[in-house]
């Protein structure tokens, strides 16, 4: 059984989990279009293809045996009812303060901070609508209510 390392919150809607993430007022992320340090698999901050549990992975490999040449994205995009190519609506965070906080260093947060106008926000999102990697999750932003 796989551990649970966040709190599943009930409501009327089903169980849904907390997803913090770093983002502007907007819902702009911090992680594509602001340059806030050397962010690269080598550096402990991998793209998902490269985050992805194994589970996931055999899971993927099972429903399409193109895996190796596929992203993986194409596929969890698919999987919460979205075209391949949908990015605006597949968002990255992760699921606790402590991710978060091993994702950006305490310098990376007040640069990102203070000149760029970036914040943690916290979100509620459904639990099958979260995919958890090692170091982070994606989530469906449709489906995720910002409180």
Not at 62 to 91: H, K, L, Q, W
Request: aromatic content about 14%; proline content about 5%; overall charge negative.
């Amino acid at each position: 059984m796989e551990a649970m390392y966040y709190i599943p919150i009930e409501s009327e809607r089903g169980f849904r989990m907390l997803v913090f993430r770093f983002e502007h007022e907007d819902g702009e992320g911090a992680y594509r279009n602001i340059s806030y340090g050397d962010h690269t698999a080598d550096t402990g901050h991998p793209g998902p293809a490269n985050d992805l549990p194994d589970w996931l992975i055999s899971e993927i490999k099972a429903a399409d045996p193109r895996f190796s040449t596929y992203c993986p994205m194409y596929y969890i995009r698919m999987s919460f009812g979205y075209d391949e190519d949908d990015d605006e609506n597949v968002i990255f965070g992760f699921e606790s303060m402590k991710q978060a906080y091993a994702w950006f260093s305490k310098s990376e947060v007040v640069n990102m901070q203070l000149p760029k106008g970036v914040h943690l926000f916290a979100y509620t999102v459904p639990e099958a609508s979260v995919v958890k990697l090692k170091r982070q999750v994606v989530f469906d932003k449709q489906a995720a209510t910002r409180i």
